[in-house]
Every structure is written in C-alpha cells, then in structure tokens.
C-alpha cells in the first residue's frame, strides 16, 4: 500500500482523548491529527518523537492530518518505523489477497469484505468457493513491542476482539472455516498474546485455538513511502 501524498514529518506533542494528536511540523506550526487508534499505544506515544502524517484533500475532513507512523526503539531495540493506524491493516491484507502474497489463503475465488455474522458482527473478510465452506478471516493490528523481536496483542483490554474469537469458534463449530490474521505494523522475530494486559482474551485466543480456529501473525515492511505486508512470523502461544 503506497500513499498516495507524501508523508508530513512531524514532532509529537501529545496524544489525548484516544483518537487526537497535537503535531508540531518541521515549520513550527501546530496541527490537531486524527489518530486511527482506540488503543493504549504503549511505548508509541512520548511526546518528542518523529511522527509521519498524511493529508486529506477532502475539504468536507474536519481534521485534514492523519497520524500513519512513529519512529520508535520499540521494545529497547533499533529505532523503526510503527504503524498506528488502524484502518490500515485491512487495506493491507486485501491488498495482499488480490496479490496472492497470503499464501495461506489462496486460491478463494471471491472475497468479500465486513459480511455480517455471528451475535451483531461483521467480519472483516469472507473468502468463498463453489462447492467449499467458506473462510471467515477477521483481521486485527498489532503494534505492541516491550521486548526486542516479540511483537503482542493485545495493549489494553480488548472485550470485542475476544468477541471475535468466540464468533470465529462458532462458523468452525458449523463447519465453515475460521482464522485470524495478526498485522504486525512494524520489524518483529515472533509474535504473542498479551495475556497480562488482557487475560479474558489470553482466555479467549486459547480456547478458539483449541476449537480449530487457526491464528497467523504476518509482519510489515514500513517505509515513508509504503506499508506492504512482508512475512510470516511464528505465534508464540500457539
């Protein structure tokens, strides 16, 4: 996923009220962002640090920036670019899916995005073929590190994504196909759950696990100029 402008450098001034961010560019001025991210954002948003910003040309935008990327030594290790958008990753795995990059899910003839299903959901993807059971494919971002390599989810309680996990046990029960892919918006070695944040959801992952449904956990490689999911990485817990 290229973006479509370049990215606007800026100096983090504070993040508050979950979805705002006050950047200082490299001109002085100051900028009220939107910050795609309803999550904690652990170790991501210290005041000082480089930021990456897109610009909106919609003029009907209340708040023209969005904050994409952070340069941080995530987990005490080398400096590196972290994506904190969450709006990202979907783009990122459908992308991938046109692309055939998911070899884990090749092959499906139709892909369909937020299908409903379950109590009131919609899952991010549905992948079907004549004559097969269909694959439900939920998605979720991961930008937590407090480890060098170790890349978790999820950074604060996560109640709705536990949600999903007892959703996606629910289609395998019936016979359909359940999966969960986690993208890792940064350099990561592994990837595992961060049950001491969340242990209803360590709760969750472990018993859709053992109901069938698979978990994945792929990295991004994140430029200025691109995000572009990259590899596989092993799941610790599973």
Known sequence: MRFSEPLVEGRLIQRYKRFLADVELSDGSAVTTHCANPGAMLGLAEPGSKVLLSRSTNPARKLAYSWELVEVAAGGGPLQYVGINTSRPNRLVAE??????????????????????????????????????????????????????????????????????????????????????????????RFDVAEDLDPAYGRAFRDALAAGVESYAVTCRISPEEVVIDQEIPIVTA
Do not use: W
């Not at 930008?143 to 709705?160: N, S, W």
């Open 96 to 189: 991938a899916l046109r692309e055939g990059r998911l070899t884990r899910f090749a092959g499906y003839e139709r892909v369909r995005p937020e299908v409903k299903y379950g109590r009131a959901s919609r899952v991010d993807f549905l992948l079907e073929n004549p004559g097969e059971p269909p694959c439900y494919l939920e998605i979720k971002n991961c930008h937590l590190m407090r480890e060098p390599g170790l890349a978790e989810f999820p950074d604060c309680i996560a109640a709705r994504s536990a949600r999903h996990l007892e959703e996606l046990a629910a289609m395998k029960a019936a016979g359909a196909r359940a999966a969960l892919v986690y993208v890792v918006q940064m350099n990561a070695e």
